[in-house]
């Protein structure tokens, strides 16, 4: 009998949820078959038989928090398999020919188990599939060896929504005949939605956790600023055409990513972490920074490795690519691991300056707020300027305030005048 115990997939995991059994107890499988799918921290794996044979016991339910290293399914290998019991099955015969049951003994007293039957699809169609309630395993598959594709479940999708439309259209004309009894359902609906409770699980439960082993652990400060950003975008729009040509979509985002290395490289300690029980400090020399990107499924934070290697485009390019495979649910750990330091950038949807968390076990993270054309004294005279806050929280126990406040006015510095920012690339 082999044990199959839940191991380790991502860096450090200690648990992960089950998201849903792919076989059932019985279900004859083959080596690297699919089994379960089991969400980690923010990514979603899907585990595979170690061996052919015969799926004999199952310990957890979907849904279950599982640590690692505890078996989840048992499997009797093909060389191992007991022969099927007779015994048992004639007995069996028996008490459902008692109830009046009709029952053709052949096909049971021959098969000892059954062959698992299984759509072919990878973890993010499946999960698609349950997010449009769909039914995976009525899918017909148009890829490779009838592999199920995100257009087939979409495809499927828009056709039974047809189906399902004109059964609720019936539906609809049999209730206008029972008004009575509809007004006492819908009566009794209000009452019954005054509350609705939702697991916090998955996704959800990992960041509450990550919020909280932050907020416990660090003693955040914030310190909010202000910058012009009017010299910063016309330095963006002469970059357009090439920007254009080379088929990417320029933001403001790469530039402070650049902005914000130079200045960590100035200031070490805003690109460190303090190791906990060595009581260290570890100042890091690599420079990984995390984009916070909200997605239906939570905040995920995707990371652009050796981010002082590449220029404004490479880092246009790959922050747009990761946003996507982030918002698409195609992230793997090594795209969500390793930051040293984050960026939020809540720009787009509002706000003038907040108390961003830090991304433990980093020193600090910079939130970027909404820009705005504002009223400004320059030299003692009142003019319109582009303008935009910014809040930088930061690890109190190693970044005093004053150090925080001449990190924000060296990002100041090189992007309210841009052309520094392009003499200190390197």
């Keep these: 009998m082999l044990e199959f115990k839940l191991p380790d997939v991502g860096e450090g995991m200690h648990e ?6 792919l076989i059932k107890e019985g279900d004859a499988v083959k080596q690297d078959q699919p089994i379960v799918e089991v969400q980690t921290d923010k990514v979603n794996a899907e585990l595979t038989a170690p061996a052919a044979g015969v799926v004999r016991r199952i ?12 078996t989840i399914f048992t499997i009797q290998e093909e060389d191992g398999m007991p022969a ?13 020919r008692s109830v009046d049951v009709k029952v053709n003994a052949e096909p049971i007293a021959t098969k000892p188990y059954h062959e698992a039957v299984r759509a072919l699809a990878t973890p993010f169609v499946r999960q698609m599939a349950r997010e449009m309630k769909v039914d995976i395993e009525k899918v017909k598959g148009s ?3 009838g592999r199920i594709t995100e257009s087939d479940v979409k495809h499927f999708k828009e056709n039974n929504s047809i189906t399902r439309g004109n059964a609720k259209h019936n539906d609809e004309k049999i209730l206008q005949n029972l008004s009575p009894i509809k007004d006492a359902i819908q009566a009794k609906g209000v009452e019954d939605e005054r509350e609705e ?6 996704i959800r439960k990992k960041i509450a956790e990550h919020m909280v082993k932050s907020v416990s652990t660090i003693p955040h400060v ?13 330095f963006k729009n002469q970059l357009k055409e090439y920007s254009d040509d080379k088929d990417i979509k320029l933001t403001f985002l790469p530039f402070f990513v650049k902005a914000i290395v130079i200045a960590l490289k100035e200031f070490k ?11 260290e400090i570890i100042l890091k020399n690599y420079y990984h920074i995390g984009i916070a990107t909200n997605t239906k499924e939570g905040l995920i934070v995707p990371v652009i490795k050796h981010a002082d290697q590449k220029n404004i485009f490479q880092l246009a390019d790959e922050i747009r690519k990761l946003a996507a495979q982030a918002r698409e649910g195609k992230l793997s750990i090594n795209q969500i691991t390793g930051s040293t330091f984050t960026i939020s950038n809540v720009g787009p949807i509002g706000g003038m300056h907040a108390t961003p968390i830090i991304n433990y076990p980093e020193a600090a993270i910079l939130a970027l707020h909404k820009m705005e054309h504002r ?8 003019v319109i300027r582009l303008m935009m806050n910014m809040s930088l929280s930061f690890d109190h126990r190693l970044i005093d305030g004053v150090t925080a406040v001449h990190f924000t006015n060296r990002i100041k510095e090189l992007l309210e005048y841009p052309i520094r920012l392009v003499v200190e690339m390197r």
Excluded: C, Y
Aim: no cysteine; glycine share 10%; charged share 30%.
């Design 16 to 21: 992960g949820e089950i998201i849903q059994w």
């Design 59 to 70: 310990f957890f339910s979907e849904g279950d928090i599982v640590e690692v290293g505890t």
């Design 84 to 96: 099927p019991d007779t015994g048992i099955i004639e007995e069996e015969i028996q008490v459902m």
């Design 143 to 145: 890829g490779p060896a």
């Design 197 to 202: 409770r939702i697991p916090l699980k998955g």
């Design 222 to 234: 914030t310190h909010v600023d202000e910058l012009e950003m009017d010299r910063l975008k016309e």
């Design 269 to 279: 300690t805003l690109n460190a972490s303090i190791d906990e029980k060595t009581n």
């Design 375 to 382: 009223m400004v004294v320059r030299d003692l005279e009142g």
